[in-house]
Antibody, heavy 133, light 107 residues
Framework: QLQLQESGPGLVKPSETLSLTCTVS??????????WGWIRQPPGKGLEWIGS????????YSNPSLKSRLTMTADTAKNQFSLKMNSVTAADTALYYC????????????????????????WGQGALVIVSS | EIVMTQSPATLSVSPGERGTLSCRAS??????LAWYQQKPGQAPRLLIY???TRATGIPARFSGSGSGTEFTLTISSLQSEDFAVYYC?????????FGQGTKVEIK
């Protein structure tokens, strides 16, 4: 069974950099069928996709509203992927989830890629990050 | 960016009754639409992808329909464990976008 676990500081000062790592067990992040994504949820609010990394090529996809502040990487040797978000403010306080982002679907004898992203089928439990001095 | 709008914001339903949730996209997303369930203190759980395909282990009382811009999630007979918040998500275009959620509460 695939499992994802977020880790990182729970408290970050304003203007500093938020850093989170997601460790994946029970499966490899090297597969060409998946991106590996980050989604956040401010307290009491809805879900916002942050970005995803495609470890097969190292390519990244980011929410345009956050793109200038993001760095996403994948370490296939450690089976981990990471998020860095700089210049944080109180508005970045949220529960941060990592998730497997399905980009390729196989049914019957054929497979096809979703050209606009994909859906999230496995999620971590979430890591609360509070931005405060 | 495609905007996803869910209605109603809150749905009050008695156990055993049918619940119908709606999701509208600001432009066509074909059938590239997923539904998630989130209970308090838990991560979202994938229910439906491809607008109508149930994810592994999801009970048959959950069904999805629609294409283009209008989608529906139906829970045929609400069980106590189904009271939660439900989100739709489109993956037809980057960036990925979610609806604001529908809370299904006990009437």
């Amino acid at each position: 069974q695939l499992q994802l676990q977020e880790s990182g500081p729970g408290l970050v000062k304003p203007s500093e950099t938020l850093s989170l790592t997601c460790t994946v067990s029970g499966g490899s992040i090297s597969s060409n069928s998946y991106y590996w994504g980050w989604i956040r949820q401010p307290p009491g609010k809805g879900l916002e996709w942050i970005g995803s990394v495609y470890s097969y090529t190292g390519g990244t996809y980011s929410n345009p509203s956050l793109k200038s502040r993001l760095t996403m990487t994948a370490d296939t040797a450690k089976n981990q992927f990471s998020l860095k978000m700089n210049s944080v403010t109180a508005a970045d306080t949220a529960l941060y989830y990592c998730a497997r982002h399905v980009r390729r679907y196989c049914g019957g004898t054929s497979c096809f890629n979703f050209h606009g992203g994909g859906f999230f089928d496995y999620w971590g439990q979430g890591a609360l990050v509070i931005v405060s001095s | 960016e495609i905007v996803m709008t869910q209605s109603p914001a809150t749905l009050s339903v008695s156990p055993g009754e049918r619940g119908t949730l709606s999701c509208r996209a600001s432009q066509s997303v074909s059938n590239n639409l997923a539904w998630y369930q989130q209970k308090p203190g838990q991560a979202p759980r994938l229910l439906i992808y491809g607008a109508s395909t149930r994810a592994t282990g999801i009970p048959a009382r959950f069904s999805g329909s629609g294409s283009g811009t209008e989608f529906t999630l139906t829970i045929s007979s609400l069980q106590s464990e189904d009271f939660a918040v439900y989100y739709c998500q489109q993956y037809n275009n980057w960036p990925q976008t979610f609806g604001q959620g529908t809370k299904v509460e006990i009437k």
